[in-house]
């Protein structure tokens, strides 16, 4: 018989602050801070932000990171019965690999309007075709995560404005 899923939702901030943490380091090195944890049994077991710029890797976003991470340690290439905690709705790669590593559950903070697939561009964790059903629920510390992005995305337009005319050039 399986196991009833228990959701123990009170702990959820303090993990998204870890994330959030994480995004802060990013951040430092220059890369768009989003940030990443896996916990299982009440542990952090991965940990990751996003850092595409300095690893030379497309694929390095934060979940992509922090479920390599976990996995590692734990010498599975799944992870049941888990529960990544992101700064920001995951993208279409990165949905994908949660289902692939069967996360139990996906907690996000901020919204992400232009690319993010768990509610602004479409429901992909909904899709019927999927064999591996992932419980995702969004904004949590989502002032939070947002702010930790728009604090980037401000310092490094008020960096380009005294260079040449690179203006807007940066948004992405
Ligand atoms: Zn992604």
């Known amino acids: 018989m399986k196991k009833p899923m228990i959701i123990d939702r009170s702990r959820d901030d303090e993990f998204m602050r870890e994330a959030l943490s994480l995004a802060a380091e990013g951040a430092r090195r220059g890369e768009v801070p989003v940030g990443a944890v896996v916990v299982q049994d009440g542990?952090?077991?991965g940990r990751g932000f996003n850092c595409p710029i300095s690893t030379h890797d497309p694929s390095a976003h934060a979940e992509m990171v922090a479920i390599r991470d976990a996995a590692a340690s734990l010498e599975n290439y799944?992870?049941?019965g888990s529960t990544l905690y992101v700064t920001l709705e995951p993208c279409s790669m990165c949905?994908?690999?949660i289902v692939h590593s069967r996360i139990q559950r996906v907690v996000y903070g901020a919204t992400e309007p232009k690319a993010g697939v768990a509610v602004s561009r479409g429901e992909f964790f909904s899709q019927h075709f999927l064999?591996?059903?992932v419980l995702i629920e969004g904004g949590v510390s989502a002032e939070a995560?947002?702010?930790v992005l728009s604090e980037f995305f401000k310092g490094r337009r008020l960096k380009?404005?005294?260079g040449e005319a690179a203006q807007g050039s940066?948004?992405?």
């Open 43 to 45: 542990k952090v077991i």
């Open 131 to 133: 064999n591996h059903r």
């Open 78 to 80: 799944r992870l049941p």
């Open 145 to 147: 995560c947002s702010q």
């Open 170 to 172: 940066l948004e992405s």
């Open 160 to 162: 380009t404005q005294g």
């Open 95 to 97: 949905a994908g690999l």
